[in-house]
């Protein structure tokens, strides 16, 4: 049981470059979370997808697109990378309101 | 404006002595309460919750004291094991059950000395 599947684990972009980090989870979970932490700030929520077909923003969305293709993935696209984007990117799921299991994380480098 | 405040970014507690994590909340709509354990390049795992309607929640080692009126609440580790050292977030439901999403604080870095 693989629970939340994050890729790629560590990535270097450059200034302008575009990529897109992909979430998949296996639990059949409704609720699908992205958040980035940097340090000394904690987890901050970038874009949630409460249930199939829905995408709602967070606390910190912009320069940043989500798609929640279907149950069981929700990617996160970053259209022109910043260098205050790099960061350390979790994706979550939830069963129920507060079941959260996360990811192992992308960290991310924008040069 | 933060709504889920964790003022000690690191705490070092000798092995098998205590560890006090405290956690400081300033929304009185919070009803749910949660610590995650973070250990370097893994994702955040959850440890314990409170509901408000609760001031205690004990799981082995792991108990959760809430004050209400003090907006405040705490994690305590009785006895503190080296493998306990990690980052410890406390977090509360942004609404609506928790479906949209977690606040979290900053969290405290929880080092135990052997």
């Known amino acids: 049981n693989a629970g939340v599947t994050q890729t790629p684990k560590f990535q270097v972009l450059k200034t302008g470059q575009s990529m897109t980090l992909q979430c998949a989870q296996d639990?059949?979970?409704?609720?699908m979370y992205w958040y980035r932490q940097d340090p000394g700030m904690g987890l901050r929520l970038i874009y949630y997808?409460?249930?199939?077909?829905?995408?709602d923003k967070g606390e910190v969305p912009n320069g940043y697109n989500v798609s929640r293709l279907n149950k069981r993935e929700f990617s996160l696209r970053l259209e022109s990378a910043a260098p205050s984007q790099t960061s350390v990117y979790f994706c979550?799921?939830?069963?129920?309101?507060?079941?959260?299991?996360f990811g192992s994380g992308t960290r991310l480098t924008v040069v | 404006d933060q709504q889920v405040k964790q003022n000690s970014p690191s705490l070092s507690v000798q092995e098998g002595r205590i560890s006090i994590l405290n956690c400081d909340y300033t929304n009185s709509m919070f009803d749910y309460f949660l610590w995650y354990k973070k250990y370097p390049a893994e994702g955040p795992t959850f440890l314990i919750s409170?509901?408000?309607?609760?001031d205690k929640n004990e799981d082995g080692r792991f108990t959760v004291f809430l004050n209400k009126s003090a907006k405040h609440l705490s994690l305590h580790i009785v006895p503190s094991q080296p493998g306990d050292s990690a980052v410890y977030f406390c977090a509360a439901p942004n609404s609506g059950g928790g479906a949209d999403g977690l606040t979290f604080g900053k969290g405290t870095h929880l080092i135990i000395q052997p």
């Open positions: 409170i509901s408000s309607i609760k």
């Open positions: 639990m059949n979970h409704n609720s």
């Open positions: 997808s409460a249930s199939e077909g829905t995408t």
């Open positions: 979550a799921s939830a069963w129920g309101n507060y079941g959260y299991t």
